[in-house]
Structures are given as structure tokens and as C-alpha cells.
């Protein structure tokens, strides 16, 4: 059984063009979060949901929105996509729980813009 | 604020001989230390964490890291290192005074590769 997952994996598109990823994690967790890693494989945090709720929102462009219908899912809109979007996007999922804070993470979905 | 700095690029280690990826940290209070693997074009996966207790913590395939309050360090070791364990070494730290909400800040990553 796959703990947190992403689809898709791949995702090729054209500048200006508007995508969504998906993310579902089966872990029980009550966090989510998305984040993005460069080229140079520096790890970013754009994201954060506790409970459905938006509790990290780092300096992300507007055309990036989140949105968490439940526990279980977290999605990623972006709109507009320009060149410097292409980047790997990693879903990831914890528990606030006490004494268990690390996180789970998805396989990735790398974005390619042209 | 957090942040937290692993000073090697790339370590190169042979095969069988120890290993070290080092990490140095910053938070204002007792910090939540974490190292995650990633391989090739794979998530980041977790391997082991500090939260209080001993200063030394066991992790998985053998890795441990040892928490050094006094140089803020959290080294990542293995006596014994394969060709197997050759990925991305990522050191993740959380300050605890964040809150509820757990805002992780990760370094910049060092690559270990283990020479046959």
C-alpha cells in the first residue's frame, strides 16, 4: 500500500497553461504539505494544512493555490504557468501526535514547462 | 528563526570505511532534528530523528547521528558504509516554539557517494 501518493508523475505543459496536482496520503495523518525542489535539489516549503486548516503559506506566487477538501487529500492548482515553475513537487504528511513529527513523502511529480 | 546547514556538497567515502555527513543547526529553543535519504528520483524518505532523550539515536539501515548540544551538530553516521546507501542526505530542523504547526526548515543536502 502506497503511504502518501501523487498523481501525476510526470507533468509536461506549455507557458500559460493552467495544472493541478493531486496528492492522497492513507496514513491517518492530520498535515499536509507541498513543497518544491529546484534543479539544484534545494527543498522548499510552499504549503501547509492541519486538519483542512492553512497554517503555512510561505512567499508563493497567487497563481499557486492549495486547497484540502479533507484530511486525506491535498491538491495543488497553478495557474498561468511560467519557465520557473518547472520544478519536482513533493506532497508530504505527518501526524501532530505527540512524539512523531517526521514526515512521509510522496514520489514527486515533476513539472515541466516549455 | 530555524535554520539549519550542511556544509558538504558531495562525501566520498569507500566502501566498508565509516561515514559522517555533517549538519549544524540554529532555533531558539530545544530543537526537533531529522535526516531524510532521497534516491534518485524518489521521495525523501525518513531515517531517523532527535527529539529529547539520548543524545545518540538509532535509525534505519544502520544509521545514527549523534546530538551535540554544545556545537549544535547533528552528525549522521554509519560505521560501515555501501554502495547502497550512495543518494542524497537531507538534515531537517524544527523548532518546537513554532507551535502547533510544524514548519520543518531542511538543508541544503549533501550527496554521499560510496565508492566500490
Known amino acids: 500500500d502506497t503511504a502518501v501518493s501523487q498523481t501525476p508523475k510526470y507533468l509536461v505543459t506549455q507557458m500559460g497553461n493552467d495544472k493541478s496536482i493531486k496528492c492522497e496520503q492513507n496514513l491517518g495523518h492530520d498535515t499536509m504539505y507541498w513543497y518544491k525542489q529546484d534543479s539544484k535539489k534545494f527543498l522548499k516549503i510552499m504549503f501547509s494544512?492541519?486538519?483542512?486548516?492553512?497554517?503555512i503559506n510561505e512567499t508563493v506566487p497567487n497563481r499557486f493555490s492549495p486547497k484540502s477538501p479533507d484530511k486525506a487529500h491535498l491538491n495543488l492548482h497553478i495557474n498561468s504557468l511560467e519557465l520557473g515553475d518547472s520544478a519536482v513537487y513533493f506532497c508530504?504528511?505527518?501526524?501532530?501526535?505527540?512524539?512523531?513529527?517526521?514526515?512521509?513523502f510522496g514520489p514527486g511529480t515533476r513539472l515541466t514547462v516549455t | 528563526a530555524q535554520s539549519v546547514a550542511q556544509p558538504e556538497d558531495q562525501v566520498n567515502v569507500a566502501e566498508g570505511n565509516p561515514l559522517t555527513v555533517k549538519c549544524t543547526y540554529s532555533?531558539?529553543?530545544?530543537?526537533?532534528l531529522f535526516w531524510y535519504v532521497q534516491y534518485p528520483n524518489r521521495g525523501l524518505q525518513f531515517l531517523l530523528k532527535y527529539i529529547t532523550g539520548d543524545n545518540l539515536v538509532k535509525g534505519s539501515y544502520g544509521f545514527e547521528a549523534e546530538f551535540n548540544k554544545s556545537q549544535t551538530s547533528f552528525h549522521l553516521k554509519k560505521p560501515s558504509a555501501l554502495v547502497s546507501d550512495s543518494a542524497l542526505y537531507f538534515c531537517a530542523v524544527r523548532d518546537p516554539f513554532s507551535g502547533g504547526y510544524q514548519k520543518v526548515t531542511f538543508g541544503t543536502g549533501t550527496k554521499l557517494q560510496v565508492i566500490p
Open positions: 532555533v531558539s529553543g530545544n530543537p526537533y
Open positions: 494544512y492541519n486538519n483542512k486548516e492553512l497554517i
Open positions: 508530504a504528511s505527518s501526524s501532530t501526535a505527540i512524539g512523531t513529527y517526521e514526515q512521509y
